[in-house]
């Protein structure tokens, strides 16, 4: 296995491993399953990469979701395939990174069609490839998932892209990780039985806070992070994003979210 460190900043001290059970905090043993959620075919290899291949490197159950297909195009000749064309360039970027097939959740929400897609609904076409128990809509997909991968931490865009849709999975995949956990919506799978633990990373906007982990790796998988990114041929545009990710070297940054549910007593004192 290539040299992989990982690290966590906490209380003013940094924890360093090469294990992630001694730096990832309630480590759950052969239960630990990591689900990186991705808006658009390229974002968990331009944002996380690193950490994802780091994952798989170190035995880690691994999965991800790729929540829109990608109908963004650079050549006029691509306007009518670029949805098979971005599928191919998908599953080959994440052959790369070592990711068993079966664990690759492709969803068939259209990228133009985000605000379409929130919240659940019932649809009158069951055969809708996006359709699950009936319903339709990201929070009914992503419960389902939930409950399906059971997944001990996921990763998540940030909170402070400036780009609609990572905004949108971002607070869509936060609520349906509450609903996942309750009784609601029954026909998608049994709930959870605990929070997973929720880190976000970061493509085009900086983090609302600094990150919280830190992963270093040999030159060889970043490397193979570049590989990942260079098989979106049909994404001219993210040129610039791969400057910044060859200049940055082998390491890469993400940062643990609170998910904190609202508690009234602790502000009694306040009052008092």
């Known amino acids: 296995m290539s040299d992989i460190q990982f690290a966590r900043r906490s209380h003013n001290r940094i924890f360093v491993s090469s294990r992630p059970d001694h730096v990832f905090e309630g480590w759950k ?12 075919d390229d974002d968990i290899a331009l944002g996380a990469g690193l950490h994802f291949i780091a994952g798989i490197e170190s035995g880690v159950k691994t999965h991800a979701v790729v929540a829109t297909i990608g109908s963004g195009y650079c050549r006029l ?13 998908c599953r080959k970027s994440f052959e790369i990174y070592g990711l068993p ?4 959740h492709l969803l068939d929400y259209w990228s133009t069609d985000i605000l379409q897609n929130l919240g659940r609904r019932f649809t009158d076409k069951p055969d809708s490839p996006t359709a699950i128990a009936g319903a339709d809509g990201f929070q ?3 419960t389902w998932l939930i409950r399906e991968v059971r997944p001990t931490r996921v990763f998540l865009p940030s909170q402070t892209d400036i780009h609609p849709a990572h905004k949108a999975v971002h607070e869509e995949f936060i609520i349906s990780v509450f609903h996942a956990q309750g009784k609601i919506w029954p026909e998608l799978g049994e709930p959870i039985s605990k929070f997973p633990r929720l880190y976000e990373y970061a493509t085009y906007s900086d983090y609302i806070e600094p990150p919280t982990h830190q992963v270093k790796t040999s030159p060889d998988l970043l490397e193979r992070k570049l590989e990942g990114i260079a098989a979106y041929k049909s994404q001219e545009q993210i040129e610039a994003l791969v ?30």
């Open 140 to 142: 009914n997909t992503f």
């Open 29 to 40: 043993g052969d239960n630990e399953c990591w689900l990186f959620v991705s808006p658009h």
């Open 243 to 272: 400057v910044n990710v060859r200049s940055l070297g082998p390491k890469e940054y993400i940062r643990e979210m609170g998910f904190k549910l609202f508690n009234p007593q602790q502000y009694d004192a306040l009052f008092e």
């Open 101 to 104: 097939p079966e664990n690759l």
């Open 77 to 89: 000749e691509h306007k009518d395939t670029i949805a098979q064309i971005r599928r191919e360039e």
